[in-house]
T-cell receptor, first 112, second 114 residues
Framework: GQQVMQIPQYQHVQEGEDFTTYCNSS?????IQWYKQRPGGHPVFLIQ?????EVKKQKRLTFQFGEAKKNSSLHITATQTTDVGTYFC????????????FGTGTRLKVLA | KAGVTQTPRYLIKTRGQQVTLSCSPI?????VSWYQQTPGQGLQFLFE???????NKGNFPGRFSGRQFSNSRSEMNVSTLELGDSALYLC?????????????FGPGTRLTVT
């Protein structure tokens, strides 16, 4: 079935190091959204990418949508303790039937 | 404007009982989705409603059902509760998932089945 895998599943970094999570879908996504969930909280929308090959930046965060619209990445430069949480990618797929799919998530821990 | 609200926030039920959870979306949002979140399985999509119609359904047994009212408020029902149903149930509202609008999540309902 349609699925979206994220790697790595967990990542521990020292504060100041960079971090990247990758999102890979088995089907083409019409757009991709990224969410962040802090420990004990609920997912919060970060950004949406729509165009093939699109790159967007939010301060220290860089988001990229693959050319085939089946993969995406989130890169954080110089992590801070406030970056702790789980990062999810998600998006609608129209392959066959309409499905909205959430990725498996990457849990980031930042060590001070 | 007010965010997504979910009631109750916490619930303890016994195996075999049924439960109804409620979600009030952001004003103007017609799409409401439900998710189950557990430590082991992550964020699992249950179903999405748009203008009172179920548009999309995840891979959950028929014990999980939902509905949406004309004011876009939604309820989720789980019958014959099992221990494995213990989870955080999240509701999210959107102007429209299929058309690429982002989702706004509520704080969730923490369900414990004993």
């Amino acid at each position: 079935g349609q699925q979206v895998m994220q790697i790595p599943q967990y990542q521990h970094v020292q504060e100041g190091e960079d971090f990247t999570t990758y999102c890979n879908s088995s089907t083409t996504l019409s757009n991709i959204q990224w969410y962040k969930q802090r420990p004990g909280g609920h997912p919060v929308f970060l950004i949406q990418l729509v165009k093939s090959g699109e790159v967007k930046k939010q301060k220290r965060l860089t988001f990229q949508f693959g050319e085939a619209k089946k993969n995406s990445s989130l890169h954080i430069t110089a992590t801070q303790t406030t970056d702790v949480g789980t990062y999810f990618c998600a998006g609608p797929s129209f392959s066959g039937t309409y499905k909205y799919i959430f990725g498996t998530g990457t849990r980031l821990k930042v060590l001070a | 404007k007010a965010g997504v609200t979910q009631t109750p926030r916490y619930l303890i039920k016994t195996r075999g009982q049924q439960v109804t959870l409620s979600c009030s979306p952001i004003s103007g949002h017609r799409s409401v989705s439900w998710y189950q979140q557990t430590p082991g399985q992550g964020l699992q999509f249950l179903f999405e409603y748009f203008s009172e119609t179920q548009r999309n359904k995840g891979n959950f047994p028929g014990r999980f059902s939902g509905r949406q009212f004309s004011n876009s408020r939604s309820e989720m029902n789980v019958s014959t509760l099992e221990l494995g149903d213990s989870a955080l149930y999240l509701c999210a509202s959107s102007l429209g998932l299929a058309t690429g609008y982002e989702q706004y999540f509520g704080p969730g309902t923490r369900l414990t089945v004993t």
